[in-house]
C-alpha cells in the first residue's frame, strides 16, 4: 500500500508548482489504485460482495 501514497504525494507537488494537470492525473490514478485494493480486499479478506 505504499504506492497510492506515492502517486498522491506526487500529485500534491505537482499541484503546488502549478502543473494542475500532471496532478490531477496522477491523483485520479491514485483513487483507482484505491478502488482497485479496496474492491480485492473487500473480496478476498472481508468477504463482501461487491
Same mark, same amino acid.
Given at each position: 500500500m505504499f504506492l497510492p501514497f &506515492? #502517486?498522491? +504525494?506526487?500529485? &500534491?507537488? +505537482?499541484?503546488? +508548482?502549478?502543473?494542475? &494537470?500532471a496532478? &490531477? #492525473?496522477l491523483l485520479a490514478i491514485t483513487v483507482a489504485i484505491l478502488?482497485?485494493? /479496496?474492491? /480485492?480486499?473487500a473480496t478476498s479478506h472481508l468477504n463482501i460482495s461487491l
Open positions: &506515492l #502517486t498522491a +504525494f506526487i500529485g &500534491l507537488v +505537482f499541484v503546488w +508548482f502549478e502543473k494542475r &494537470l496532478g &490531477l #492525473t478502488m482497485i485494493w /479496496f474492491r /480485492f480486499h
